[in-house]
């Protein structure tokens, strides 16, 4: 409710300062013991753009924003903000505002005083900090909320005061670091629509650290899947998840079936049918390669001498997902729920590539 | 069969309901008994040492020795100096340890076990050990300041400041805290004074109570080191007038008591606003 009410002002209460900071991280690297959890990673990011960094645990996400921070020293690389190379500037200088996973508030100060600290560090008058941390709780939707303490505040209302917190500085950049991991469902889904109007009306540069492919690809203008300290892919989120341009790509982010093929002449044979190399195929092994798909690049038709054969069913609500053993592997489906009923288990069906071309990677060792 | 059953549950209820009462019963005057000769166990020697002091030869009772007390030669310097030493040392260790636990809980955490031990240390090793090695060790100049003894009392008080602020900051998301506060301008002092210390206030409460009671108290180490700290007067003047010596020592530990009981009072009183503000 909150949030309707104040997505729906017509008046921005605190209107946009500047356009935001580019931002070049360049050749990161970054060592713990022997692990390199950057691993000459690269990024550039475009004044008041939203990059989202995406991975699995470990690919070394929150350790890039965390260089760009300032909390973590690279081993080497650089860190450019506004063109100026700030790796060697102490966090506390580097002017970014940031939005913690675990609850940051702090819990002597009520909210109105947690947003004005910054202010207050900035050495501007009482009655100028009281102002301004008012405006901030009002743009987060908290205005009435200014004299609770962080015990007093849900986890979403709290995370809301922390990105108000990070706004009042008027940060060059806006570091978000899981903001939402910890809260529900719904609370995440409003907040993750607030945070995204936000960072458009104030068209500040932000990075946004997250393991959810859900909240990176409907947030970001552009996401950067990153792997083993390395980024794989950065691309806008339409164009990640229609063209992934490598495998881990193509498996972490939606979902995606391995099918073993066959290369032939002009592309691979694939369900009887010769069907297009999507990338490079100059890289690819000549022989065991697999095919992968997306549940709904693939059609299923009942028939009675399939291939296939339906050996499980989700029901994910207006689409339902079956799982058809096809040749040693289970190749995802999507088909409209109201015609699932029609896929029983054990039904054999015949299966159909509906995308022009598809993503061929080399063949897991382990598949 | 049902009826059956249920019957003879009844029967076995009925003897068990008394059974349990006299059970309870025993329990509660158990732990009453304990918490009684725990009570006197503190109160008996504090009663005996009132009644010492107060108690005239004849066995009439006066508040002479009390009244004596302001005009004892050498009473008021003695005082004065626990009090300078006793404040002092909670500085030194603050300031000291304070830094120490923070960097240790931010960046050492594996070291916190180390530290754990080490200051076990000042309490598994006998005063009088550590005041002849420091006497032995320390310099002309430093020997002949009272400080030193200060310098001694915040070894001995280690542990229990350690302890303090152990539990604090372990109740805080310490890191987090420092890099908020540090990704908003502060620098490490302004997050230590404004961020940290604020909310360390019990822990900070807690590591002075102890250091004062401890520092108010002590008498091994003032003594071998030759200055008349209060516990050093007590005991020397106790040779002189064992009453008023007696008097002071009961005044002092109701001094103490009041101190003690000001700062939990105040911790108390801000707790208390906090919670008026919630809904």
Known sequence: MMLESHTTQPTPVVEASSSGAPVVLKDLVRLFGTTRALDGFSLEIAPGELVALLGPSGCGKTTALR??????????????VHGKNVS??????????????????FPNMNASDNVAFGLQLRRQRAGARRARAGELLELVGLADHASKYPHQLSGGQQQRVALARALAIEPQVLLLDEPLSALDAKVRAELRDQIRSLQQRLAITTVFVTHDQEEALSMA????????????????PSSLYAKPETAFVAEFVGVSSRVP????KGGVELFGALAKIRGDVQSLPESEIDALLRPEDVSATIGSHGLGIVNHRSFLGATTRLGVGFGGATIKVDVRSGDAELFELGTRVDLTLSSRDVLVTGRKKDA | MASVVTDNIVDFELPMVPLNLAKRRRIRWGRGLILWLAAAYFIIPIYAALKFSLQNIN?????????????????????????RLAFVTLAIVLFLMVPTMIYVHMKMPRFRRFMEVVTILPIVIPPIVLILGVLEAAPLWLKASPYLLALVYVVLAMPFVYRSLDSGLGALDVKTLVEAARSLGAGWISTIWRVLVPNLR?????????????????????SLDLWETLPVWIVDFDQTNAHISTAVAMLSLLGTWALLTLIVSIDRSHSRRRRRNDV
């Not at chain 2, 009772?61 to 009090?83: D, E, K, N």
């Open chain 1, 67 to 80: 260089v760009l921070a300032g909390f973590e020293q690279p081993d080497s690389g650089s860190v450019n």
């Open chain 2, 202 to 222: 019990s822990a900070l409460l807690s590591a002075t109570v102890l250091t004062l009671a401890l520092v108010l108290g002590e008498f091994t180490m003032a």
């Open chain 1, 261 to 264: 093929v066959t290369r032939t």
């Open chain 1, 88 to 105: 060697g500037v102490p966090a506390q200088r580097r002017d970014m505002g940031m939005v913690f996973q675990s609850y940051s508030l």
């Open chain 2, 59 to 83: 066995g009439s009772f006066s508040l002479s020795p009390i009244a004596a007390i302001p005009s004892q030669p050498g009473l008021a310097a003695a005082f004065f100096l626990s009090m």
């Open chain 1, 221 to 236: 203008d552009r996401v950067c899947v990153m792997s083993k300290g390395r980024a794989e892919q950065v691309a806008a």
